[in-house]
């Protein structure tokens, strides 16, 4: 309607640019006034496991559903590969980033492998796995009003049916869903949403084993997997006193080797800031991290035609 002149990070989300870029190939006046902007960001989206759940608690079925995710082609077909596919918490511009950790890429045939080794079959005619008489079924929670999330839902239902998984979707209010939901771990499954991790990052709060939110502490911490890894408390402990990035980085390595052997979440996805300007508009600078690009404004400058 012309009201609005520009949406910065937070005012769009990733699907509504890419329906407005699609929608300004065709209207050659939108695409004299407005460029979209896409910028690498440190959302991380993923799906915790609740790991007092026994079915996850086993690391291979965690390691199963992994590989049997295709992401590439998700964030292809959601995303117009506007995304990255994320393969643990640390980002890839992070100092500590390492690219030779294990990682999880669509392997169907390794999925149905670590199923058969945990115990998990299928028997003649059955269309789902299960053993010692139960099937193989569980729960993926995530936040109501989140439409890219509902569409993950169906994705992730479809491909892990292929591999005998009958996967049951729910979805709660987002001031439901993180408070008493994931904050008391009330989740039986998986759990989906979205950490944002700044520079530098040491996840602490979300996998030290003295971060799992319980009554005794008053449900403080953010380890809402419940993993207990005394080797990453250890390394996390001293990443955190370590003095120099090189140090940290030495810590941090120690808890990615471990996390991608274990797997307390499922990464999925980098999630892209996304900014709809004028396009006369200069000096206008995503960061990629935490701050956002009004904290430049000053910049600004706005050359009229």
Partial sequence: SGSIDMIGEIGVTLDQAIALEQRMEKDPSLKERFVIRYKDGPVFEHMDANLNNEILQDKRVRQ?????????????SLFNARQAVA???????????RDDTKKYDFDKARAEKLLDEAGWVKTEGAEFRSKNGKQLTFEL????????????QVILKEQWKEIGIDLQLKTLPARVFFTTYLNRRQFTGLAMYAWSVGPDYIPVSGAHSNEIPSKENGWNGQNYAGWVNKKVDGALDRAVLAFT???RAKELSIYLDEYSEELPNIPLYWRSAVAVIPKNLQNFTMAGHQFYANYEADQWRYANK
């Fill in 141 to 152: 929670a995530t936040t109501a009003e989140n439409k890219t999330r509902g569409l993950v």
């Fill in 87 to 97: 393969h643990n918490i640390v980002h890839p511009k992070d100092a500590s980033y």
């Fill in 245 to 247: 990035a090189e140090e």
């Fill in 64 to 76: 199963a559903i992994t590989y049997a995710i295709d992401r590439d082609s998700m964030v292809k």
